[in-house]
């Protein structure tokens, strides 16, 4: 099974930007599509952005568009999350996972969660 660790979450005020990393040891990362998904405190985990197997497509939760880029670093092995302009309901722990993407939607595979990235928006 693919593991990842995330990293860069913090505590930044609303309107602050934020980079999250995602690594992968063991396994090329640029071979496999790579989602980004963010659990809210009491809810579901949701996918926020992806990026396709050869960057072929990425995709991104509406609320999210505009402000939020998803990047790989194939030399680096680590697929980036850059969050501009962050809103306090956007407050969740960050985890990076294996998924489906394609330009209008993202499917996490598989049925485990690595640790997350915490990132807090408030003021």
């Known amino acids: 099974q693919l593991q990842f660790v995330e990293s860069g979450g913090g505590l930044v005020q609303p309107g602050g930007s934020l980079k999250l990393s995602c690594a992968a040891s063991g396994f090329t990362l640029d071979s496999y599509g790579i989602g980004w998904f963010r659990q809210a405190p009491g809810k579901e985990h949701e996918g926020v952005s992806c990026i396709s197997r050869s960057d072929f497509a990425t995709y991104y939760k509406d609320s999210v568009k505009g402000r939020f880029r998803i990047s790989r670093d194939n030399a680096k092995n680590t697929v980036y999350l850059q969050m501009n302009s962050l809103k306090t309901e956007e407050t969740g722990v960050y985890y990076c996972?294996?998924?489906?993407?394609?330009?209008?939607?993202?499917?996490?595979?598989?049925?485990?969660w690595g640790e997350g990235t915490q990132v807090t928006v408030s003021s």
């Open positions: 996972a294996e998924a489906h993407c394609w330009d209008r939607g993202i499917s996490k595979k598989g049925n485990t």
